[in-house]
């Protein structure tokens, strides 16, 4: 089964990892590549995911994950 990447909600995407404990990091469509500048991720929150998943509905998902 092939996905269509354009049918994606992303945003939705980033709350379900966010509200797991995972750090999410919108991504460049298309590349591994940060859409943010590092730092972004300090003091994440539903607003601040919100805020630019509504600006960029098509920023893919990455995720910082630590040892545990």
Do not use: R
């Not at 049918?7 to 509200?19: E, I, M, N």
């Not at 995972?22 to 500048?37: D, F, H, N, R, S």
């Not at 509504?54 to 990455?62: Q, V």
Request: glycine share 10%; proline share 6%.
């Amino acid at each position: 089964m092939e996905i269509d990447i354009n049918q994606l909600d992303f945003k939705s995407a980033a709350f379900f990892w966010y509200g797991f404990g995972l750090t999410v990091l919108p991504i460049i469509p298309g590349k591994k590549q940060p859409a943010v500048k590092w730092g972004w991720t300090d003091g994440q929150s539903t607003e601040k995911i919100n805020n630019h998943w509504d600006k960029h509905p098509d920023h893919e998902i990455g995720c910082i994950v630590g040892d545990d």
